[in-house]
């Protein structure tokens, strides 16, 4: 018998769901649900040792950054199938440039853009789609502002399913889109924003049936959460002050919340970091919500950022989130594209690359700092979302062949041609 059940988090139900079948919506009131586990008596200092040893693991399930802690999310059943592509154990690594100019502040990057597709969304696509191949799903479907595309493509192959994805039309990476056909899966491109894809995609799945495996599949959150275990395991389990994400649907904020209560109530750590979500300036709902102490979800119709991955008006995990915020004593912020790209352009500095939703995490420290809402020399960790090959068309516009394209010379193919150019092109103070 399973030590897993889903329960709804809304205060006023809490009610247990049946545990013959997965939902996404409370089946009483239609709130969001959650993962609970009966955990027991858990030694936090033996599973740590163990943890650690399994690093020196051949074993799949070992190597995975997810299922090496598969303690925490024992919702996987004796005989399960799990569908892995050996996610996770991403670089966790210092900055100097972009941690000077964000405060001076003691800034590290757990980049999850190391990950097989390339974002942290594989965290959850591995949890999900394990979870779907052990209830006998054979077609999962998902809305995306493209990085869960590419992801869910990727796990349905590996566990042979079909996988069908909404994504507004005109409004995702080439890149991410180039994923998810390669994975063969079918894309149907519909709407304007992926809110209203989004929301097609629920009331279809509803009359059809159709397993999704969004962020609102509570299961995805349970894969995204180990993130926090294993960022904390490379600290030494020392927390850092700040754990710092951006916004978009609010998924990964939700689950990180979710792992550091659990690790404090199992006792791995004392102090909880606090949580900063970081939403760009036009596509900024749950930063309207929280600054206002709105009861309601304060929606944004016409959602614009640069920064493709975060372009949400109408978070589906605003309420988890909320209660991230609130248990660990976390707050909101917003920035313009703008501070985002200079962000992006100071973590390349420091080499790291990355998509302009995840610099959207820096700059948000910058100005927390600016703000006196977060203290000089602070010890914070970002999370850099996805790759920096995800979105290529955003470097081109703005490094190569925008106005702060100084960097591209197109140069005749002759000695004299190349020594002329090159001596401008280094005369001029970069
Ligand atoms: C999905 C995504 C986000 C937003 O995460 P949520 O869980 O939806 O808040 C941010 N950055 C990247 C690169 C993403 O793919
Ligand atoms: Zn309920």
């Known amino acids: 018998m399973s030590i897993a059940y889903l329960q709804c988090i809304e205060d006023a139900c809490r009610r247990r769901q049946d ?25 936090a200092e033996r599973l740590r040792h163990e943890w650690h040893q399994r690093r020196l693991s051949g074993e799949p399930i070992d190597r995975s950054g997810v299922w090496r802690f598969r303690e925490l999310i024992p919702f996987v059943e004796l005989g399960d199938r799990i569908v892995s592509l050996s996610e996770g154990s991403t670089p966790l690594v210092g900055t100097r440039r972009a941690g000077w100019w964000a405060g001076p502040v003691h800034l590290t990057i757990k980049h999850q853009g190391n990950n097989p597709t390339g974002s942290f969304k594989d965290l959850g696509m591995t949890a999900c789609i394990t979870r779907a191949d052990a209830r006998g799903v054979r077609m999962v479907a998902c809305a995306s502002t493209g990085n869960t595309s590419s992801s869910m493509a990727a796990y ?3 566990a042979g399913m079909k996988a069908l994805l909404f994504v507004p039309y ?9 994923q998810a056909l390669d994975f063969g899966a079918l894309v149907v491109e519909v709407g304007d924003t ?19 495996v969004n962020s609102i599949n509570p299961f995805s959150i349970e894969g995204q ?11 030494a389990w020392r927390p850092p002050d700040y754990i710092v994400v951006p916004g978009g649907n609010l998924g990964n904020s939700s689950a990180i ?61 605003w309420k988890k989130a909320r209660r991230v915020l609130e248990w660990t004593h976390g707050f909101c912020e917003c920035v313009t594209d703008e501070e985002i790209f200079e962000a992006k352009a100071l973590l390349a500095e420091d080499g790291v690359g990355c998509e302009p939703a995840s610099a959207a995490t820096v700059a948000g420290v910058r100005k927390l700092v600016r703000a006196g809402k977060i203290e000089r ?7 850099l979302t996805g790759n920096q090959l995800k979105d290529t068309e955003y470097i081109m516009h703005h490094r190569s062949e925008g106005r702060r394209s100084r960097r591209r010379l197109r140069v005749e193919p002759d000695l004299e041609a190349l020594r002329k150019a090159l001596d401008k092109a280094f005369a001029v103070p970069v």
């Open 194 to 212: 992926f809110d209203e894809a989004f929301r097609l995609l629920r009331e279809i799945a509803a009359e059809m049936g159709l397993y999704l």
């Open 257 to 317: 919340g979710k792992g550091l209560r659990e690790l404090k109530e199992l006792g791995f750590i004392e102090k909880v970091p606090r949580v900063v979500v970081v939403q760009a300036a036009g596509a900024n709902p749950f930063y309207q919500t929280v600054s206002a102490g709105s009861e309601e979800l304060l929606a944004v119709d016409d959602p614009h950022t640069e920064a493709t991955a975060i372009r949400i008006g109408r978070p589906a995990n």
């Open 156 to 158: 349905a192959s590996r």
């Open 225 to 235: 959460k180990t993130i926090v275990a294993e960022m904390l395991e490379q600290r």
């Open 377 to 383: 020399h602070a010890d914070i960790v970002c999370v």
């Open 19 to 43: 545990p013959k079948k997965d939902v996404n919506a409370c089946s009483f009131c239609g709130g969001l649900v959650e993962v609970k586990y009966d955990f027991g008596a858990v030694d």
């Open 170 to 178: 005109k409004q995702i990476s080439a890149a991410k889109l180039a």
